[in-house]
């Protein structure tokens, strides 16, 4: 999308969609092993936004934000941004689909991701991420063979851990209580790399689970399923 192109994964071409992808009709495209172009239309539908309002927020820090944490944020927003943009270096994908459930016993259901949200009556950006409700302390696991590129404590996201599993797949994991990797360290699949927390802006523990490829916000709970099971275009 966006004129941009980049290698399948084990032989099928994927078209990440950002959550906040204007509706329209897209051409994509796919180029066989034989050398030959094939092109698609790719229809982008409006999807209603969930609601959730929060309130009684119990970090009080993170409503009346002030110009020392926002200057903080700003700053840390300079430094992530870059991993996670599609302009990022990209390497041969070291992953494969599925990936892996980024805790055990994860629960089940669509949960919020995209959701339009408030705090205390006042509006916040979009949620980028998908939260599991995790007992705090369990293991946090990789969802995918990777290095970390980044490890540190952020002040929206408290303890946070971004992977990158080449072919542009950035994994997420924030608010953690504490994480064991550091950054240009190499993980596997299902290693652990920290434990479910409550750091940063939140109302109690749980694992903030995102995703990023080729710089698109994506659900990551369409990575848990077998892909046979993902929409397809003919």
Same mark, same amino acid.
Request: one cysteine or more; proline letters at 7%.
């Given at each position: 999308?966006?004129?941009?192109?980049?290698?399948?994964?084990?032989?099928?071409?994927?078209?990440?969609?950002?959550?906040?992808?204007?509706?329209?009709?897209? +051409?994509?495209? #796919?180029?066989? +092993?034989?050398?030959?172009?094939?092109?698609?239309?790719?229809?982008? +539908?409006?999807?209603?936004?969930?609601?959730?309002?929060?309130? /009684?927020?119990?970090?009080?820090?993170?409503? /009346?934000?002030? &110009?020392?944490?926002?200057?903080?944020?700003?700053?840390?927003?300079?430094?992530?941004? $870059?991993?996670?943009?599609?302009?990022?270096?990209? #390497? @041969?994908?070291?992953?494969?689909? @599925?990936?892996?459930?980024?805790?055990?016993?994860? @629960?089940?259901?669509? =949960?919020?991701?995209?959701?339009?949200?408030?705090? /205390?009556?006042?509006? #916040?950006?979009?949620?980028?991420?998908?939260?599991?409700?995790?007992?705090?302390?369990? @293991?946090?696991?990789?969802?995918?063979?990777?290095?970390?590129?980044?490890?540190?404590?952020?002040?929206?996201?408290? /303890?946070?851990?971004?992977?990158?599993?080449?072919?542009?797949?950035?994994?997420?994991?924030?608010?953690?209580?504490?994480?064991?990797?550091?950054?240009?360290?190499?993980?596997?699949?299902?290693?652990?790399?920290?434990?479910?927390?409550? +750091?940063?802006?939140?109302?109690?523990?749980?694992?903030?689970? =995102?995703?990023?490829?080729?710089?698109?916000?994506?659900? &990551?709970?369409?990575?848990?399923?077998? $892909?046979?099971?993902?929409?397809?275009?003919?």
């Amino acid at each position: 999308l966006e004129k941009r192109d980049w290698d399948a994964v084990n032989g099928t071409c994927y078209y990440p969609i950002d959550m906040d992808m204007k509706p329209g009709q897209y +051409t994509i495209s #796919r180029r066989t +092993t034989g050398g030959k172009l094939e092109t698609a239309q790719l229809t982008v +539908t409006a999807k209603p936004c969930q609601q959730e309002d929060i309130t /009684n927020f119990p970090k009080k820090e993170y409503i /009346n934000v002030s &110009p020392k944490n926002l200057a903080r944020a700003a700053q840390e927003a300079k430094r992530v941004n $870059p991993l996670i943009s599609y302009k990022a270096k990209t #390497r @041969p994908a070291v992953f494969d689909l @599925p990936v892996g459930k980024p805790a055990n016993d994860l @629960p089940k259901g669509e =949960g919020n991701f995209g959701a339009c949200r408030t705090f /205390n009556g006042q509006p #916040r950006d979009r949620h980028t991420g998908q939260d599991y409700p995790v007992e705090i302390g369990k @293991p946090v696991l990789s969802a995918g063979n990777g290095r970390v590129i980044l490890a540190a404590n952020l002040f929206y996201s408290g /303890n946070a851990v971004f992977i990158d599993h080449g072919n542009g797949l950035i994994s997420e994991y924030f608010h953690l209580k504490s994480y064991s990797v550091k950054p240009n360290q190499t993980v596997t699949k299902g290693q652990v790399i920290g434990q479910v927390g409550e +750091t940063g802006r939140v109302t109690g523990p749980h694992l903030h689970f =995102g995703v990023r490829w080729q710089g698109a916000c994506v659900n &990551p709970g369409y990575l848990l399923v077998d $892909p046979s099971d993902l929409a397809a275009v003919h």
